[in-house]
């Protein structure tokens, strides 16, 4: 069985692939190319997010968010998914600003829409094994954004798993 860190690996791998096949024109949105949709919590709320990611780096992972699919839909969030070296290499205040994803692949509230289902399963095993945070910039309606004194963040994790 791969260890976490192979997983993350083949994960990381898979967005470069696809990231590096998709691109048509050199831009920043260009490397969004990987669907994921799940259920997010603002406080006891709970909405469908769709995140385009594309690798960062070595171990971290940036995603778009939307709350729709459609053209034109509005950003609501970024969402960052880090590996377990690059969790482990923070301080634990910062880690405390991490959520696991594990709960949430779990309990069958992360999916990849876009791929087969045998290929859906492998990739969850991997994002089962990453830690995101997720910042809220406009509510989940797609508000104005308030001020920074009013980003939240946003998690993966139903209120009774936190």
Do not use: C
Request: hydrophobic share 50%; charged share 15%; glycine share 8%.
């Amino acid at each position: 069985m791969p260890t976490q860190a192979l997983r993350a690996a083949a994960l990381l791998a898979i967005l470069a692939a696809s990231a590096t096949t998709t691109a048509v024109a050199q831009n920043p949105l260009a490397g969004y190319t990987v669907h994921i949709a799940a259920t997010h919590w603002l406080g006891e709320r709970s909405y469908t997010a769709h995140h385009w990611f594309k690798p960062l780096r070595d171990g971290v992972l940036q995603g778009l968010v939307f709350k729709e699919t459609v053209d034109g839909a509005p950003l609501i969030e970024v969402e960052w998914a880090i590996g377990q070296a690059v969790y482990d290499s923070l301080t634990p205040a910062e880690r405390h600003e991490w959520h696991p994803l594990a709960p949430a692949v779990g309990a069958g509230r992360v999916r990849l829409p876009d791929l087969a289902p045998a290929d859906e399963a492998k990739m969850l095993e991997t994002v089962k094994t990453l830690y995101a945070q997720t910042i809220n910039l406009a509510g989940i309606d797609g508000a104005l954004p308030a001020g920074l004194r009013k980003v939240l963040l946003a998690t993966h994790m139903a209120p009774g798993e936190r």
